[in-house]
């Protein structure tokens, strides 16, 4: 497996919560994240900007977005 380079990752994050201590770490942040039942803000980016920014990391808010609700 190749090393994370976390600076590198940090500076590529689309997360705009930019004082979470686990920005650049995604492993850490993924293991967060589905242990709340949520996804992580880099999968709401890829939707759109809104949507990454309504901080709304819930899988029933992905689902709706996904399906156009």
């Known amino acids: 497996m190749t090393e994370c380079n976390q600076e590198q990752l940090k500076k ?3 997360c705009t919560y ?4 686990r920005l650049g770490k995604c492993c850490e942040c993924i293991e967060y994240h589905l242990k709340m039942r949520e996804l992580p803000g880099c999968v709401f980016a890829k939707i759109s900007k809104e949507a990454e920014s309504s901080y709304n990391r819930s899988f029933e808010y992905f689902a709706n977005l996904v399906l156009g609700k």
Do not use: F, I, T, V
């Open 12 to 14: 590529k994050c689309p």
């Open 18 to 21: 930019s004082s979470c201590s």
